[in-house]
């Protein structure tokens, strides 16, 4: 069994965000290979939570960001995206900063791995803008371990059934 079969969802969601922050455009492919739909679901939640919580701190630190400064970022990390996503990870992005949710939906709601590229971009511009580059790395690495100290506390603490 290949590597890639035991990765979790969020392994997967947070290595495809590392991908979009190095510009690799391997790294970001082969951190979604071979999912599945329930897989790519898995994922798109787990960057969904990495999304909001990094709009939450955004608002709470009172960080403002500029609309244009946000574009911009997300065409510089989404030319590490397939091909064919790039143009819908703009979309995507131009859409919401027009305040189109409608549209930002539309652009990520007909193809579940493009909704997973669309929202790991969206992580790693607004991570890139609260923390730089070493700053947000930082917060992925410690979110990996925080999320693997949590599962395996979990693991250990279920009961077992007979």
Do not use: Q
């Not at 999304?51 to 960080?63: D, K, N, P, Q, V």
């Not at 960001?65 to 131009?94: G, M, Q």
């Amino acid at each position: 069994m290949s590597d890639a079969a035991h990765k979790t969802s969020r392994d997967r969601a947070l290595d495809v965000v590392r991908g979009y922050v190095d510009h690799d455009a391997i790294a970001v492919r082969e951190s979604l290979d071979g999912l599945d739909a329930g897989g790519s679901l898995e994922t798109y939640a787990v960057l969904n939570g990495l999304l909001r919580s990094t709009i939450s701190i955004m608002e709470l630190a009172g960080r403002p960001w500029r609309i244009d400064d946000l574009v911009r970022r997300a065409d510089e990390v989404a030319v590490s995206a397939p091909p064919h996503y790039e143009f819908a990870v703009a979309e995507a992005t131009r859409a919401w900063a027009r305040g189109d949710e409608s549209a930002m939906r539309a652009a990520s709601s007909h193809d579940l791995t493009g909704a997973v590229h669309i929202t790991a971009v969206g992580v790693t511009v607004l991570g890139l803008a609260v923390w730089g580059r070493a700053g947000f790395l930082d917060v992925l690495a410690e979110f990996r371990h925080v999320a693997v100290a949590l599962t395996d506390e979990w693991v250990h603490d279920v009961p077992e059934t007979s």
